[in-house]
């Protein structure tokens, strides 16, 4: 593995080498990131591998930090060819371990040429977070974009689609209902995708972003709603987008994407990360960025 110290944000062209990466904001080049911490304490984030044209996309990649100063790119840890029927394009995934297993769900695209393998989302499984990973249906397991997962306290486990619901069988590679569950939204955007919903002191936040660029959120008491509108997490800074919500030790963090500048030769999007900060009555603090992201202590431990 070719280790590198970078002491620039300039400089993360050399990414996706299995590189060692010295971080601030932006983190890394990519987007769609998609954060866990792992059975062994490690924070990882798998991002779509994103190029210079958005809409080529066919791998990703996984890094991970024990110190959220450096971060380790393991390589390609899934692509296009290995899902099994081979998907023209890949983006937005989440992952999430359950029973000794970690499942890697991702949004597939076929093109034209394709049409008798409808698109949707897969999924693949691997025993160790860095792979590797083996598709585990060899077709969609259900149609839509944007995967989100979510497991309960109580063991159940839900994937979010938009704002529909799937609830997961135990196996977590098929579903109980065969029809999405409608959340019905009080207040539904016309336009907005990149569900994830977390859970914080027994209060579950549905969380999307609206107008591709604008991240906002809902409360409820429960993993299938009804859910309340509660306002912005973040302003449209820099086209965010696709994100993901975490705990890690004692602080939570956002993972997010911006646009790179136009004049980018490597790719159209970087993956940013900032800490997150909850008010006394459980709302977020709007979230600001930063050059320095999470390579510093928090503020606080909320």
Known sequence: MIKIKLLSTLLVVCLFFSAKIYSQNPLFWGADPSGIVAQDGRLFVFPTNDKKDWSDQ????????????????????????????????????????????????????????????????????????????????????????????????????????????????????????????????????????????????????????????????YTGKSPLGPFEFKGEIMKPYGGNNHHSILKYKDDWIIFYHEWAPKESEVSNRRIRAEYIYFNEDSTIQLVEPTKEGISIPSKRKT
Not at 100 to 116: A, C, D, I, L, P
Not at 144 to 154: E, K, R, Y
């Open 58 to 217: 066919k791998e990703w990649h996984c890094l991970s930090t024990t110190d959220t100063k450096t971060w380790t790119d393991h390589g390609v840890i899934f692509n296009t060819t290995m899902s099994g029927w081979g998907v023209d394009n890949a983006w937005a995934p989440d992952i999430t371990y359950k029973n000794g297993t970690y499942y890697f769900y991702y949004y597939f695209h076929n093109g034209e040429h394709r049409k008798e393998v409808p698109g949707g989302v897969g999924v693949a499984t691997s025993k160790n977070i860095e792979g590797p990973y083996t598709d585990a249906l060899g077709k969609r397991m259900i149609p839509g974009h944007d995967p989100a997962i979510f497991n309960d306290d109580d063991g159940k486990s839900y994937l979010y689609i938009q704002d529909k619901v799937y609830i997961l069988n135990e196996d977590m590679i098929s579903v109980e209902n065969k029809e999405p569950i409608n959340l019905n939204l009080e207040y539904r955007p016309k336009k907005f995708e990149a569900a994830y919903v977390f859970k914080r002191h027994g209060i579950y936040y549905f969380t999307i972003a609206r107008d591709w660029n604008n991240l906002i959120y």
